[in-house]
Structure formats: C-alpha cells, structure tokens
C-alpha cells in the first residue's frame, strides 16, 4: 500500500494506491496551512480504508519546485514516515505528476508545458512530451520569458493568460496521479530532497560590523 502526498503548492493532497489503483484520495480545503492539514488528510485517508500506518510498504512525496515552508512540510514527514515505519520513500518532481494527467486529458496528442506558481511575478516550469515525460526543465523565470503557445497545466496558466494562452487541466498537482506516477514507473524516483530551484528568503546573519 503506497501513500502519497504533495505539498509543493498552497494545497495538499493525499492519496492510497493499493497497487492496482488509488483507493483514496483527499485535498485540503485552506491554502498555505501545510503543517495543520498534512497529518489529518493522512489519518483521514487511512481511516476511509480502515487502514493503519503499519499497514503502509511506501511512501511518495512531491520534491517541488514550491516554496520552502510547504515542501519542508511534506518532505519532512515522508522522511520520518521512513524511518518510523522502515519503508522506502520516494521523490517525484511536483510538475511531472501533474504532466502525466494532462497529457492523458490531452489524449497523449501534444506536447505541453506545465507552469506552477512561483511568486515574485515567476513561474516554476517544464516541459514534455506527448506522454508526458519531460524533456526540459524545471526552471524558474518570469511568465513572458517563457511565453508559449502550447497547452499548459498548472496553476501559472490561470495566473499568466498573457503569457499562456492555452489552459489545459489540471491546475493543481494530485497525489492519486503522483502515486500512479511511481506504481506504473512513469517518473523518475529521486530521494526526498527538495527542488528548490531558489534559495530561501531567510539568510542566516552576517557577521557584524564593528562600531568604530
């Protein structure tokens, strides 16, 4: 039983694949509180299965690109689900997951670029292939840099119309689609680290300067 979850953009999601097929799966309703719903969307999942945590043999988390508080939410707990439980944990870049249900929503017809918020007026994005498999990417810049014409999941295409002009679904990452993602081989599996791609806005501080 494989449980899954993203927090790489302001909503989490969480999702069971029992190997054959997600038997659950739930998103939060608030933005930007990973912290206060990560640990209730588990125990909520795993209660709509009547299953326990033991009954878990992986882990999937999405590694990002996102901001550094929620993806240190999630990374941290699949890291600590790891070792509590002694099961693997796996990585998977947040806007692969989301490329693979747009290129089957697109009918594996075209290429497409996925696009997620970034802040700062910028965008995380990759881009792929018909099957959804990345070909370049991600990186993070502004929207008129990395203007096209092709179809775009993620949330940047709703934010960026100018800049994108062909929205396609889904908007937001799923954890059903991240859990297919690894059962089905379709992703490549990294270690749970994150994709930062930017550095923190915290800095620890310089040295001071003495006062002459």
């Given at each position: 039983?494989?449980?899954?979850f993203?927090t790489?953009?302001?909503?989490?999601?969480?999702?069971?694949h029992?190997?054959?097929?997600v038997?659950?799966e739930?998103?939060?309703?608030?933005r930007?509180?990973?912290?206060?719903?990560?640990a209730?969307?588990?125990?909520?999942v795993?209660?709509?299965?009547?299953?326990?945590?033991?009954?878990?043999?992986?882990?999937?988390?999405g590694t990002?690109?996102g901001?550094?508080?929620?993806?240190?939410?999630?990374l941290v707990?699949?890291?600590t689900l790891?070792l509590?439980?002694?099961?693997p944990a796996?990585?998977?870049?947040?806007?692969?997951?989301?490329?693979?249900e747009?290129?089957?929503?697109?009918?594996?017809t075209?290429?497409?670029v996925?696009?997620t918020?970034?802040r700062?007026?910028?965008v995380y994005l990759a881009?792929?292939?018909e099957?959804?498999t990345?070909?370049?990417?991600?990186?993070?810049?502004?929207?008129?840099?990395?203007?096209?014409?092709?179809p775009?999941a993620?949330?940047?295409?709703?934010l960026?119309?100018g800049?994108?002009?062909?929205?396609?679904?889904?908007?937001?990452?799923?954890a059903g689609?991240?859990?297919?993602?690894?059962v089905?081989?379709?992703?490549?599996?990294t270690?749970?680290?994150?994709?930062?791609?930017?550095r923190?806005?915290?800095?620890?501080?310089?040295?001071?300067k003495r006062?002459?």
């Open positions: 039983m494989l449980l899954a993203d790489a953009t302001p909503y989490v999601s969480v999702a069971l029992d190997g054959d097929e038997v659950a739930v998103r939060s309703q608030e930007m509180r990973h912290g206060e719903q990560l209730p969307l588990i125990a909520r795993l209660e709509e299965t009547g299953l326990v945590r033991q009954d878990l043999t992986a882990l999937a988390v990002g690109p901001p550094f508080t929620g993806l240190r939410v999630g707990t699949a890291r790891s509590v439980l002694e099961v796996y990585g998977v870049c947040t806007l692969d997951a989301i490329a693979l747009a290129a089957e929503g697109l009918g594996y075209s290429e497409l996925v696009a918020d970034a700062r007026k910028e881009a792929y292939d099957r959804g990345r070909v370049s990417g991600p990186v993070v810049d502004r929207p008129d840099s990395v203007a096209t014409d092709l775009v993620g949330e940047g295409a709703l960026y119309p800049a994108f002009a062909r929205p396609v679904a889904p908007t937001l990452p799923s689609w991240l859990a297919r993602a690894v089905e081989e379709r992703v490549e599996l270690d749970p680290e994150p994709r930062y791609l930017r923190p806005d915290a800095a620890v501080p310089g040295e001071r006062v002459s």
